[in-house]
């Protein structure tokens, strides 16, 4: 299952999405994994969610990001859940050039048995249709 958590710069998604991090601890039996682009909130998860900066593993495009999930996700089975904030940011990209990746995470999420969430900065006027599906 993918969703995707969207709103302008500054409306509470990244509130939003750690405090999906750390609710997530109490249900999920696999590992939890936490991916930004920057180490500013690596303090506000729980000791039980692994941390990543997304940025110093090179992650600066959809189709980069997608091998570094995969990576992840072939060196760790027990991964159950990937939470991803600030996702165009550190892909540095526009929503509309990520259709893709989308599609493709869509398939390794069911095949692996994983949900991702992801927060990005897009307003519902602007977002490509293909996006809109996994809006929460």
Do not use: W
């Amino acid at each position: 299952m993918i969703q995707v958590i969207h709103g302008k710069k500054g409306t509470g998604k990244t509130k939003r999405i750690l405090d999906m991090a750390n609710e997530a601890v109490k249900v999920h039996k696999g590992d939890i994994v936490f991916v930004d682009d920057d180490n500013r909130y690596m303090f506000d998860l729980r000791h039980e969610v692994r941390f990543v900066n997304g940025r110093e593993y090179g992650c600066d495009s959809p189709e980069m990001f997608l091998g570094f999930l995969c990576g992840m996700l072939s060196q760790n089975f027990d991964i159950s859940l990937i939470l991803v904030d600030a996702f165009l940011k550190l892909v540095r990209c526009e929503p509309e050039q990520t259709e893709a990746f989308f599609t493709r995470l869509e398939a390794i999420s069911e095949t692996h048995h994983v949900d991702i969430v992801i927060s990005c900065s897009v307003d519902d006027a602007v977002a490509p249709e293909f996006m809109k599906k996994y809006f929460i």
